[in-house]
């Protein structure tokens, strides 16, 4: 473990001193008083761990077609308890990983979809989440009425905990779905405050700066990262979409779980690249190749991204934000801000 002082002074006349700890999590800065008697070495706090969570995200491969909608949910759930016998806290699932990506027309998107939360998917995952203690996200196709949209569920112990409605939709999605409708919501859980986005969503840095600024600890991502024109991958064999993830850990200082999908679904192909984003933007192990099956682990203090926005003794990304010169929420009205 690195750790640093920053700064060694007075503020308002009460001696302070700014410790920063590097530790898996990256960067922890501290103020500590410090004490009248001078001699006395300074220390930095242990780590104590606030709310552990092992954090793990699934890749693996769908198919679309009523035919595979069964298999799709049975093996999203078999990785699950792979993951939970690994002793995760937190899973994350692809988009749509329940229906598969290619559908065939809107009579096919609709035959897969199914309302939230009470259709039979969102039920099987709840009672995995309740009878596991854990918490899961997930991606499939809703209906409501005749509008179908492209959502995320996230259960946990406690049961449906909330969805997000699926705000930029990428190429063949706006003919089945309708855009989101929801905002981005973050929900509060007992292990700390989660976002989701997916997909396409990241290539909008408003859209984890707004889940930020409601306080998300982590934003789980829900992906169908698919092939473009070349080049798709770096000498590392990371895609665009990994750095796009990393850039909007570190910029808006927060996890992000994110978890894609591989394989070929009727012509169309998928990246991988799968990710555990520390909140200094760096992936926690490694990122995921572009052909696996794969589960990646990552143990994190989940509500540490709160203190993490601290720099050094002149800069953090709250209070250098310019409220002056642009809204401070980017004239987003659906939920508050929630200072972390």
């Known amino acids: 473990m690195k750790k640093e002082i920053l700064f060694d002074g007075d503020f308002s006349h009460k001696a302070f ?17 410090i004490h009248s008697n001078k001699n006395t070495p300074m220390n930095p706090p242990a780590c104590h761990a606030i709310s552990p969570v092992r954090v793990a995200v699934i890749q693996f491969d769908p198919q679309c077609g009523i035919d595979n909608h069964a298999r799709n949910v049975a093996q999203g759930l078999a990785f699950a308890e792979r993951a939970v016998a690994e002793g995760a806290t937190l899973i994350v699932l692809p988009e749509l990983c329940s229906t598969g990506y290619a559908y065939r027309g809107r009579a096919e998107a609709y035959a897969l979809a199914e309302p939230v939360p009470e259709g039979p998917t969102v039920q099987l995952w709840e009672a995995f989440a309740t009878k596991h203690g854990v918490y899961l996200a997930a991606g499939l196709a809703e209906r409501e009425g ?20 699926k705000a930029h939709l990428w190429n063949a ?36 700066r707004l889940l930020a600024l409601q306080g998300a ?33 570190h910029t808006n200082n927060v996890f992000i779980a994110a ?26 192990g490694r990122v995921a190749g572009a052909e696996e099956d794969v589960i990646l682990y990552a143990d994190i203090d989940l509500v540490s991204a ?3 926005p601290i720099w050094n003794s002149l800069n953090d990304l709250p209070r250098d934000r310019r409220g002056d010169l642009y809204d401070a929420m980017l004239g987003y009205r659906n939920h508050p801000m929630m200072p972390r």
């Open 17 to 33: 001193r700014i410790w920063r700890v590097l530790n898996s999590n990256g960067w922890v800065s501290n103020v500590h008083p």
């Open 146 to 165: 005749t509008r179908l949209y492209d959502t995320a569920v996230l259960v946990g112990p406690e049961g449906y905990v909330g969805k997000y409605r």
């Open 173 to 208: 999605e706006k003919l089945w779905f309708c855009p989101g409708d929801l905002g981005f919501p973050v929900f509060e859980t007992p292990i700390g405050r989660i976002g989701l986005m997916i997909c396409w969503d990241v290539w909008f840095p408003e859209v984890p």
């Open 217 to 249: 600890d982590i934003i789980c991502s829900l992906n169908n990262w698919v092939w473009t024109p070349p080049p798709l991958f770096d000498e590392a064999g990371r895609c665009m979409a990994s750095y796009l993830t990393m850039t909007a850990a």
């Open 259 to 284: 978890a894609n999908r591989v394989g070929c679904d009727r012509g169309d192909r998928f990246l991988g690249c799968s990710l555990i984003a520390g909140t200094n933007g760096w992936p926690l």
């Open 306 to 308: 709160r203190s993490a």
